[in-house]
């Protein structure tokens, strides 16, 4: 069954970004004995708002990464503009006529994060958002036990 990664939950870490310098606004720590598997083409439904509740610049990026354990800095999985997401509702991000460009491009099919793995999305963009504002799922990932 097909889980997610929301940034709600508990294992999630959040920041507010820096307008112009690209900030990790979403740190997600796999819990030890536990792995997940994020699918290639996993559906990200994104809603970056500022702090008067609109969507921030369309010209923003979203990186999305991993770290492992004892590394500094994060491997790229993905790179996105906020484009897509600024012209879609959350509703409409999860309609699959519609939802190709919200997908994760994921080489090998995938990846397996191990217990103490990270999952980051790192922002950029000239706004700053409000983060209580924001929506970020990650939708078609298998979390287990190691």
Same mark, same amino acid.
């Given at each position: 069954?097909?889980? +997610?990664?929301?940034?709600?939950?508990?294992?999630?870490?959040?920041?507010? /970004?820096?307008?112009?310098?690209?900030?990790? %606004?979403?740190?997600?720590? %796999?819990? $030890?004995?536990? =792995?997940? *598997?994020?699918?290639?083409?996993?559906?990200? %439904?994104?809603? #970056?708002?500022?702090?008067?509740?609109?969507?921030?610049?369309? @010209?923003?990026?979203?990186? !999305?990464?991993?770290?492992?354990?004892?590394?500094? !800095? @994060?491997? =790229? *999985?993905?790179?996105?503009?906020?484009? #897509?997401?600024?012209?879609?509702? @959350?509703?409409? +991000?999860?309609?699959?006529?519609?939802?190709?460009?919200?997908?994760?491009?994921?080489? $090998?099919?995938?990846?397996?994060?191990?217990? +103490?793995?990270?999952?980051?999305?790192?922002?950029?963009?000239?706004? %700053?958002?409000?983060?209580?504002?924001?929506?970020?799922?990650? /939708? $078609?990932?298998?979390?287990?036990?190691?």
């Amino acid at each position: 069954m097909s889980e +997610q990664i929301r940034l709600t939950d508990s294992e999630v870490t959040t920041k507010v /970004n820096t307008a112009g310098e690209p900030t990790i %606004v979403m740190d997600v720590e %796999v819990p $030890d004995n536990e =792995k997940w *598997l994020i699918y290639d083409n996993a559906l990200a %439904v994104i809603k #970056f708002r500022d702090g008067s509740n609109d969507d921030i610049s369309p @010209a923003s990026d979203i990186i !999305f990464g991993y770290i492992t354990p004892g590394e500094d !800095f @994060a491997e =790229k *999985l993905d790179k996105t503009g906020y484009g #897509f997401y600024a012209r879609n509702t @959350a509703n409409e +991000q999860y309609d699959d006529e519609k939802n190709a460009k919200g997908r994760l491009e994921i080489d $090998d099919g995938g990846i397996v994060l191990n217990e +103490q793995d990270r999952l980051i999305v790192r922002l950029d963009s000239p706004d %700053v958002i409000d983060i209580s504002n924001c929506i970020v799922e990650i /939708n $078609d990932v298998k979390k287990g036990t190691m």
